[in-house]
């Protein structure tokens, strides 16, 4: 449930670079550096909880996909982190701001691809009903 925040916060500093890319208002700017904050925090939060499931549950360590899941979330996290880190230092949204947040997103869809396959064919983090 950790993922959801993170997920929209990293769409929305894509989009709000591309507003910025169209419009060249400053709020897009501002946006951009809160919303890649938030992603990049959150990401944080998320990576912390899912990396103790990863460690501390044979069902989910056993499994390629979680293996997988977890590389491409590093891989998004660091570049959250990045792109967080350029935007706090002043670093121009055109064009490395904005091929960032491309690769942030692509690398959210690849990680949330994965993370799905965990839950839908795997039952990871699914409680089973009881039998009765």
């Known amino acids: 449930m950790l993922v959801h925040f993170p997920i929209a916060f990293v769409v929305g500093t894509f989009g709000a670079d591309m507003f910025w ?53 590093m891989m998004l996290i660091s570049i959250l982190g990045t792109n967080w880190g350029m935007r706090l230092s002043g670093g121009e949204v055109l064009p490395h701001g904005l091929a960032l947040s491309g690769l942030g997103v692509l690398f959210a869809g690849v990680a949330g691809w994965h993370g799905g396959k965990l839950v839908l064919d795997h039952g990871v983090s699914v409680m089973a009903a009881p039998k009765r």
Do not use: C, M, N, Y
Request: proline share 2%; glycine share 12%; aromatic share 14%.
């Open 21 to 73: 890319w169209f419009t060249a208002d400053p709020f897009w700017q501002r946006a951009g550096v809160w919303a890649s904050g938030l992603a990049f925090l959150g990401g944080i939060a998320a990576a912390l909880a899912g990396t103790a499931e990863l460690v501390l549950v044979k069902g989910i360590r056993i499994r390629v996909a979680s293996w997988t899941h977890a590389t491409a979330a």
